[in-house]
């Protein structure tokens, strides 16, 4: 190696001579902290084997263990219900070990020190169940919520949906009106004698039983010659004279709406009244009236059924059934001369 020139000498030199001071304060330091460290060896070490007066080392360190360990469990880690039950069960395993060497200290410690885990497991449990208690009210209140909010968006659906059924009920109850006012509905017309044009000739009007308009009314009325049918018989043989009375075209009625036939009907005569049916058809089908006469002390009396189409199937036909009925009527008087 080459030797230093005497810049680097003089620069070398220096810089061991700002460093003397740290090495001394590193000495000093470390004998210090040597010094320390003895010190706490020895009062460690005097603790550990200080005489406890009425206790041998052997009952000490254990009741001091548990008593450590205890408070740094308790600090460390989250309380739970049990945990003092498995300290008192180790607990009770060491008393059971050095049960014929206890002294009378030692044995008061370890019941003050079963007591108080025991009063603090207690504790433990009813803080426990206090928590549980709080969060299971918690629970209830927020599904309670949960549920009031859940019912109010109900009933604001709810009304939506109330609000389109009524509107759809509404255009519905329209579309069956405009259909019925079509359709004619369950109307059906009928024929009733007014009064005389003569001494036996009566004047006929057709009504409208209903409330929906009936289009394309037109009547037929036709004299029974024969009639074998007995009373409450549903099939018999009748004989009818077509004659020039039929048929007769009416036209249109309104609801609850009559027109007189342009052609009268004939009652009869005292000794022999007459017996008509009369078919009456429209849009929605047809009725068919059975009208009869007799004599009265003046003039004429009537009665008469009204039996309409209901349905018309391939195994039955047209089915028909009774709507209306009037019983023999007072005379109908001749008009004044």
Not at 74 to 96: C, D, E, K, N, R
Not at 101 to 130: H, N, P
Not at 188 to 197: G, I, R, W
Not at 308 to 332: E, H, M, Q
């Amino acid at each position: 190696m080459g030797s230093l020139s005497p810049l680097r000498k003089v620069m070398l030199s220096e810089s061991i001579a700002a460093m003397a001071p740290f090495w001394v304060s590193l000495g000093t330091n470390a004998s210090a902290i040597g010094r320390a460290a003895v010190e706490v060896s020895r009062r460690v070490g005097g603790t550990l084997f200080f005489q406890v007066p009425h206790y041998t080392r052997w009952g000490l360190y254990p009741q001091v263990a548990v008593l450590v360990a205890c408070y740094a469990y308790w600090q460390l880690f989250p309380i739970i219900p049990g945990a003092s039950i498995a300290v008192l069960a180790f607990v009770a395993v060491i008393m059971t070990v050095r049960a014929d060497k206890f002294s009378a200290a030692e044995r008061v410690v370890w019941v003050v020190l079963g007591f108080a885990i025991m009063v603090f497991e207690i504790r433990t449990l009813y803080l426990d169940r206090q928590n549980n208690d709080e969060q299971h009210l918690s629970e209830n209140r927020k599904q309670q919520q949960e549920f009031e909010a859940t019912l109010r968006e109900f009933e604001r659906q709810s009304g939506q949906v109330n609000s389109v059924l009524e509107t759809t009920r509404g255009v519905a109850s329209l579309a069956k009106k405009s259909l019925e006012s079509v359709t004619g509905g369950d109307s059906y017309a009928f024929a009733v004698p007014d009064n005389y044009e003569g001494h036996n000739i009566l004047s006929i009007s057709i009504r409208n039983a209903g409330r929906n308009p009936l289009t394309g009314i037109e009547v037929r009325i036709s004299e029974v010659l024969s009639d074998t049918c007995k009373p409450n018989e549903k099939k018999c043989p009748i004989t009818l004279d077509l004659g020039q009375m039929y048929p007769i075209a009416v036209g249109n009625l309104s609801g609850r709406g009559a027109e007189i036939l342009p052609r009268p009907i004939d009652a009869g005569t005292q000794e022999k009244p007459k017996h008509y049916q009369i078919r009456i058809s429209a849009q929605n089908g047809y009725a068919i009236e059975d009208l009869r006469f007799r004599s009265a002390t003046r003039g004429f009396a009537y009665k008469f059924t009204v039996y309409k189409s209901v349905s018309t199937n391939a195994t039955f036909g047209t089915l028909i059934k009774p709507v209306r009925s009037v019983d023999w009527t007072d005379p109908i008087k001749p008009q004044p001369q």
